[in-house]
């Protein structure tokens, strides 16, 4: 069999228009699945709404061990206000580039575990064999893996590859994502005898202020650093002639290994609770985190280290992933975010992904892939 061509890959991958939302990944994930059947693996769909598809294609596993996972999503952000000066979807290129929606984030990643996947099928048909976890719905809230998660469609893995754009330096996790809307209720009033009402935007100015007085219950993590909040926006009031009975604004903060996210919404209500603020969980991403001493992510640095030129040391990536959630449906396996897209070209205009990288990853993750079977 000719070897599968991941530039070739990346390139279709990008002609599926994913933009999240609405995702519509189905096109997308069967166009996958298809490739990975016709090389031998068992795949199975999982929609958590009409059109959302994720794909598990798996091949091997002899039950003593469980199999290695790489897994990437296929959603992409929308291409924001700012005109772009190349086609987000034709697969343009130059020189090195490819150029388009998610190249970057992350269909170049995905292309390159695939490509790797394909290229190895026949050897991976014996020993614990590897599972490919392809999703949908990661960039609103990792709606795709937390459905796999939560309805425990995922299996064993004895180890997990979170194909993120790293630019191929490994990551040993992120910070958990917790998201919360605040809300005040008033009492509306003609704009010109405020005192018969109750100003609802007055109380939510009131428990912002009030968020100075929050602390996280883990103050530092030695590798990821502090927790943070940040009031990310706010919205109240129809029209400056009236007192506003409604306001809300969301918070948006990033948690450390240790913190609790249902605590946190609690800590939150307690301290807005005099404002008569409501406080709704709307985003939860726990942390990702392995420990770097762990045998298998020493083997990973220890693969990555000609490529980077130096061994790599244990560090964490700023955005949070689907690792976190399949992390909890495979039990605990450990986890590093790996893959070939530049991490600061992520929703940006003109999003790209060096090609050179695509290759070097296909080839990491060969290795990783054939060090699990041995
Ligand atoms: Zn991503």
């Known amino acids: 069999m000719r070897s599968p061509d991941p530039r070739a890959l990346t390139r279709e991958l990008l002609a599926f228009n994913t933009i999240n939302p609405p995702g519509m990944e189905r096109a997308c994930a069967r166009h996958l699945g298809r490739l990975l059947e016709n090389a031998g693996f068992t795949t199975a769909y999982h929609e958590f709404a009409d059109s959302r598809t994720s794909l598990i294609a798996r091949i091997g596993g002899d039950g003593a061990r469980a199999p290695i996972c790489f897994t990437g999503h296929i959603d992409t952000v929308p291409l924001g206000a700012a005109k772009w000066t190349r086609d987000a979807f034709a697969g343009e290129t130059d020189g090195d580039r490819v150029y388009g929606r998610g190249s970057t984030d992350m269909k170049g990643g995905v292309a390159a575990f695939v490509c790797a996947a ?216 450990p986890a590093v975010i790996l893959g070939p897209g530049e991490p600061q070209l992520a929703h940006q205009t003109d999003e790209w992904c060096s090609m050179t990288r695509i290759e070097q990853s296909v080839a990491l993750f060969r290795d990783l892939m054939l060090r699990w079977v041995a």
């Open 118 to 333: 394909l290229e190895l099928a026949p050897r991976l048909g014996r020993g614990p064999g590897l599972v490919l976890v392809i999703t949908a719905g990661e960039e609103i809230g990792c709606e795709g893996a937390r459905f796999l998660a939560d309805h425990d469609l995922l299996g064993r893995a004895g180890a997990i590859v979170v194909a993120e754009p790293t630019a191929n330096y490994p990551y040993v996790g992120h910070k958990g994502l917790a998201w919360f809307e605040v809300e005040t209720r008033g009492v509306t009033a003609h704009g010109s005898m405020p005192e018969v009402g109750e100003n609802a935007i007055v109380k939510l100015a009131q428990a912002i202020g009030d968020l100075e007085h929050f602390h996280f219950p883990v103050e530092s993590h030695p590798v990821m650093g502090k927790p943070t909040y940040n009031v990310g926006t706010i919205r109240g009031g129809l029209n400056t002639n009236s007192v506003p009975d409604e306001a809300r604004f969301t918070l948006d903060t990033r948690s450390v290994p240790g913190i609790d996210h249902a605590h946190l919404c609690r800590s939150l209500e307690q301290l807005l609770a005099p404002r008569g603020a409501r406080v709704r969980k709307i985003v939860d991403t726990p942390p990702l985190y392995t420990e770097p001493e762990n045998e298998w992510v020493q083997q990973v640095f220890e693969l990555c280290t000609p490529l980077l030129g130096e061994r790599p040391t244990p560090k964490t990536i700023t955005f949070s992933t689907d690792g976190a959630d399949l992390k909890r449906g495979f039990h605990g396996a």
